[in-house]
């Protein structure tokens, strides 16, 4: 993600809003990718695998806590932000969706500049956590590579020993 422009995968039911959504945030500088259901959502993330994932709670068939909960059972995108768009009058439905895993939930009507700041900040908080996991696998390898070279010296240090012993 460091160094390329974030992919955002925006997902609603409704044709005028994905294509809102998608200009508002392709004018900001995000290359953004769309679908109308869960479906097709999961789908778009099999083609290319998004940064962050901007969805409608309320869609028919599956909603928008099925397609964090998706997601989430997917190992290679289980830590992908996921932010839900949530009407009004969903307060239960905005506890669901965090309760269910999702980043953040934005409540319509919402200004655009308050959303972008949001997907900023996820998009921010899974570079850090991305390179803290790059941090701890090297700290790893160099563990292993230590026990591997103290094997080794523990391993000269026996035979040596051992040749001291027959010499004595």
């Avoid at 974030?6 to 990718?33: N, T, Y």
């Avoid at 806590?65 to 932010?83: C, G, K, N, Q, Y």
């Avoid at 997907?119 to 160099?142: G, M, W, Y």
Wanted: charged share 25%; net charge neutral.
């Amino acid at each position: 993600m460091a160094g390329t422009v974030p992919r955002i995968l925006v997902v609603d039911p409704k044709a005028a809003h994905r294509a809102l959504l998608a200009r508002r945030l392709g004018d900001e500088g995000f290359q953004v990718a769309t679908a109308d259901s869960t479906g097709a959502a999961i789908a778009q993330m099999h083609l290319a695998t998004a940064d962050l994932v901007l969805a409608e709670l309320a869609m028919p068939v599956f909603d928008g806590i099925s397609l964090t909960h998706r997601i989430r059972a997917t190992p290679l995108w289980a830590d992908t932000p996921v932010i839900l768009i949530s009407g009004r009058s969903e307060h239960d439905g905005i506890v669901r969706a965090l309760a269910g895993g999702a980043d953040d939930v934005v409540v319509k009507p919402f200004h655009f500049e308050v959303l972008v700041a949001r997907i900023a900040r996820q998009l921010e908080r899974a570079r850090t956590v991305n390179a803290l996991r790059a941090d701890v696998a090297a700290i790893d390898a160099r563990r292993v590579e230590r026990a591997i070279a103290l094997g080794e010296l523990q391993d000269r240090f026996r035979v040596r020993e051992a040749e001291w012993r027959e010499r004595a």
